[in-house]
């Protein structure tokens, strides 16, 4: 079942970033901050929709999503990750459906999500092409040297 993150859900989002095998202690330190956010200010205000995937009451995976600043009906998808234990069993599928049905509902009409060109993030860039995202843009040695910026998009 898929909805809104719950504050007793943080735990399991920074486990669950944490053990990815692709996020920087950098990065998971991020989640932890617009988690933060989300939780002190609330979804409008900070910008930042969580939404879980869960079993009973275990989160198997988690989406951040939310409307890009200075654009009419563009949204960006910040992040989306699985429990190792769930890979390959719809986790990521179900959420990223479910973030675009929300961003269609709300009237958006495009979802941008900003990823690594580094190798380990090849399974990633697989997985949105298989979702029918379309490779926008390529910025070379974007994050350092060697790991590029790839830019994928999707009309809703």
Request: charge should be negative.
């Amino acid at each position: 079942m898929i909805g809104p993150a719950q504050e007793s859900d943080g735990p399991a989002i920074l486990s669950i970033t944490a053990s990815a095998g692709v996020f920087t202690a950098e990065e998971v330190v991020v989640v932890e901050e617009l988690w933060n956010e989300y939780l002190q200010r609330g979804e409008a205000a900070s910008g930042y929709a969580f939404r879980v995937y869960r079993e009973g009451d275990q989160v198997l995976g988690y989406s951040c999503h939310g409307p890009r600043d200075l654009t009419e009906g563009t949204y960006d998808l910040y992040w989306i990750a699985s429990a190792p234990a769930a890979r390959r069993k719809g986790v990521g599928r179900a959420l990223l459906a479910a973030v675009e049905d929300e961003v269609r509902r709300a009237g958006g009409r495009l979802i941008v999500v900003e990823t690594s060109g580094a190798p380990a993030y090849k399974p990633t860039r697989d997985f949105y092409l298989s979702c029918a995202y379309e490779w926008e843009a390529t910025i070379r040695d974007f994050y350092h040297p060697g790991d590029d910026l790839v830019i994928f998009t999707k009309r809703v």
